[in-house]
């Protein structure tokens, strides 16, 4: 549940942040959900997470806007899986 409010978090500012097209704060979003991500197993989300810092780093605006799109998704996935598997 910790994982759950912690990138829950994280992508409250990813959307603020790309409302306000902040590299800066993507860059760091993307790096402290990185481990965390790795840390439960949810290796896509971490690349994704990865992906997003180093593009926002490199100043690649559309890029790192459009890898921010898909991390809310991909955690709704995630979190619907650990939904289920705490259901059971």
Known sequence: M????????????????????????????????????????AAEFSEQCLLLEQSAKANQVDSALRIAHGLRPLFDGIKAEIDLRLAS
């Open 2 to 41: 910790l994982f759950i409010s912690s990138l829950g978090d994280v992508l409250s500012q990813v959307d603020a942040a790309v409302a306000a097209s902040d590299l800066a704060t993507l860059a760091a979003m993307g790096h402290r959900a990185k481990s965390t991500a790795m840390n439960i197993g």
